[in-house]
């Protein structure tokens, strides 16, 4: 959970080992847009950096068994990220375009 613009937090899931750079920022659900909004939404503030969502009791990601058609992923570039010339066009950018 890192501040963004002095008054928004983002939320980051890292997915590889310490000192490996690999994470997913999740910047919205489906009733909330924007990466302030949601964790504003959810109270979700830097109190929470760190934490270790395999052993969480304060946050935790659930699987609810709901089935994810891949055909309902689309792709974009992302967004906010000029600063990073031609990468900031690459397709890094996941958006689930129904809900089943």
């Known amino acids: 959970v890192y501040l963004i ?3 928004y937090h983002c939320l980051n899931i890292v ?3 310490k000192d490996f750079p690999a994470a997913v920022l999740i910047r919205s659900l489906a009733t909330v847009t924007g990466p ?3 964790t504003r939404a ?3 503030t830097r109190e929470l950096n760190g934490e270790n969502l395999m052993k969480s009791r304060r946050l ?3 699987d609810d068994g709901f089935p994810v058609v891949p055909s309902t992923i689309i792709t974009a570039p992302r967004i906010g990220v000029a600063y990073a010339g031609k990468d900031a066009l690459l397709p890094w950018r996941y958006i689930l375009t129904q809900s089943g």
């Open 36 to 38: 302030g909004r949601l």
């Open 15 to 17: 997915t590889e080992a």
């Open 42 to 44: 959810l109270k979700i």
């Open 60 to 62: 935790y990601v659930l």
């Open 5 to 7: 613009y002095g008054m």
